[in-house]
């Protein structure tokens, strides 16, 4: 099967798992860490962060049901837990999962209702402590509706390329600089849209995903990522995060919401951290081995 131009190296295969088919892509060896993308994203917005972290783990990138390539959920859906459990299907082996955005927020859900599969959680631009108020969801429903996303995915090559064209597309809220995102990323950001099939239920079930619940769950190892300039997702929300995960925060300078875009280095840096973290913590030795 023809590789994703936005993934080199990246294998797809598709899943069957309670009612959806879900597209994943994979490379690499080692450790797992699983990345999931952002409402109306797709496995290519992760362009820029998951090849370099495919140089020392294997990487999982599933598009989420309804969106890329992968089939909508096969019934509407109170919350995320449904999302949380198709990723679940995914996985053979435990990982460290990073989530953008709505991604942040199913790797919560993941991690409470599937600990064994779930080592540490690295939240980028995570939604989910806001989104439930009434100015997000009003937000939400209007951009699941219009979704430019997927009225501009056809034209994504002249608007990559032209950079006053990618100030109109990602420049309000999206990213802090869109003159200075890299054509091919802001392609990235584009081209899963044109397939999506499920973005509205996706939104509703996030607005009714409270997150607060799921935190007191989650002892793996967490970091929380955010970007200074985030308009999508305010900052307060990650050190709400941070501080009921006890988790560290690093905050990106001149960095808007689209952080894995702007900012890959710094994700790949931060996933990187977590994952080290969790190495390090396999090879302490357990309680028997410390008495003998």
Not at 280 to 288: F, S, Y
Request: net charge positive; aromatic share 4%; proline share 7%.
């Amino acid at each position: 099967m023809r590789n994703n131009p936005f993934l080199p190296g990246f294998t797809v295969r598709y899943r069957d798992i309670k009612g959806a088919r879900l597209r994943v892509f994979e490379a690499g060896e080692g450790p797992a860490v699983v990345l999931l993308h952002g409402l109306g994203g797709a496995a290519s917005n992760w362009t820029a962060v998951a090849p370099a972290l495919a140089e020392r783990a294997r990487v999982v990138v599933p598009e989420l049901p309804g969106h890329g390539g992968s089939s909508a959920l096969p019934a509407p859906v109170a919350t995320l837990d449904a999302y949380a459990d198709r990723v679940a299907g995914v996985l053979d082996a435990p990982a460290v999962v990073a989530g953008h955005s709505l991604g942040g927020l199913v790797a919560l859900r993941l991690a409470s209702r599937h600990p064994q599969l779930v080592r540490g959680v690295v939240l980028a631009g995570s939604a989910g402590i806001s989104s439930g108020t009434r100015r997000s969801q009003r937000a939400l429903a209007i951009a699941s509706l219009i979704q430019p996303g997927k009225r501009i995915a056809p034209l994504r090559r002249l608007v990559s390329e032209r950079r006053v064209l990618r100030e109109l597309a990602f420049g309000f809220v999206s990213v802090a600089d869109p003159r200075a995102l890299e054509a091919r990323v802001a392609e990235a950001f584009l081209a899963g849209a044109a397939l999506h099939t499920g973005v509205r239920e996706a939104a509703d079930a996030l607005v009714r995903t409270d997150p607060r619940r799921d935190l007191q769950r989650v002892t793996v190892p967490a970091l929380v990522l955010h970007g200074a300039r985030d308009r999508m997702v305010p900052l307060r929300d990650a050190f709400g995060y941070a501080r009921l995960l006890d988790a560290p925060l690093r905050v990106i300078a001149d960095c808007g919401h689209l952080l894995i875009g702007e900012r890959p280095r710094a994700v790949v840096d931060a996933i990187s951290s977590v994952l080290d973290r969790v190495l390090d913590l396999d090879e302490l030795p357990v309680e028997g081995e410390l008495a003998g």
